[in-house]
């Protein structure tokens, strides 16, 4: 148990197909992010929110919607993916926002596998 | 551009035996390097940090050195187990423009043989 929560754990749709995913933090953190997780590629950070603000956006694509109603609870809409965003989704906090200080470490949630058909 | 490298990609390794994983980073700012572990089918947890003011740090079997000047942080496992078995990933803090944010490396996958 990391105290990062990630619904579904695994999601199959189709390229016509509206989702979300939910991540929830009991950790009392106040950062929230999520990264997409490739085979053979390093982690990519897409979205960063710091209380509840986004603080940074990774030139994701628009079919990638965020969405941080609190501080503990994070989504990421999905809508007219690609093959290619096949991955998996990993949904992470920190103590700190970004810019506090170094060091704020990131705690990972386990991921939701994503498929797109 | 800011990266870090990671090597090797792949590691085979006796049970018992130690396993090293380096990495290298770009950024002479960076200045605090994790490093996490990912099991099959799960996110990645932190095992082990340091901070660019210490030179090696120790945590039972498992040990994370760091040479500023090199531009280098290596993991150290020793007696190694089956349940070591997983990806290791490295990563840097680099600070930029009033925030900052951990560059990961490609990971290593480490196989210990019983």
């Known amino acids: 148990e990391t105290g990062v929560t990630q619904t579904p754990r695994h999601l199959v749709m189709g390229m016509t197909n509206k989702k979300s995913l939910k991540c929830e933090q009991h950790?009392?953190?106040?950062?929230m992010y999520w990264y997409k997780q490739s085979a053979k590629k390093p982690l990519e950070l897409m979205f960063v929110?710091?209380?509840?603000?986004?603080?940074e956006n990774n030139s994701v694509p628009s079919r990638f919607s965020p969405e941080c109603p609190n501080s503990s609870h994070l989504f990421l809409h999905l809508h007219t993916l690609q093959p290619e965003d096949s991955a998996l989704y990993l949904c992470?906090?920190?103590?700190?926002?970004?810019?506090?200080?170094?060091?704020?470490?990131?705690?990972f949630g386990e991921g939701s596998w994503l498929t797109v058909v | 551009g800011e990266n870090v490298e990671q090597h090797p990609s792949t590691l085979s390794v006796q049970e018992g035996d130690s396993a090293v994983i380096k990495c290298t980073y770009s950024?002479?700012?960076?200045?605090?390097f994790p490093w996490y572990k990912q099991e099959l089918g799960k996110g990645p947890q932190l095992i082990i940090d340091?901070?660019?003011?210490?030179g090696e740090k120790k945590d039972q079997r498992i040990a994370v050195t760091l040479n500023k000047t090199a531009k280098h942080f290596s993991l150290h496992i020793t007696e190694t187990q089956p349940e070591d078995s997983a990806v290791y990933f490295c990563?840097?803090?680099?600070?930029?423009?009033?925030?900052?944010?951990?560059?990961f490396g490609t990971g290593t996958r480490l196989k210990v043989l019983a």
């Open positions: 992470a906090s920190s103590q700190g926002a970004p810019g506090s200080g170094s060091g704020n470490t990131i705690y």
């Open positions: 950024d002479s700012a960076s200045n605090y």
């Open positions: 340091i901070r660019s003011n210490v």
């Open positions: 950790l009392g953190h106040n950062a």
């Open positions: 990563a840097a803090s680099i600070p930029t423009s009033g925030t900052y944010k951990y560059i």
């Open positions: 929110y710091s209380l509840e603000e986004r603080v």
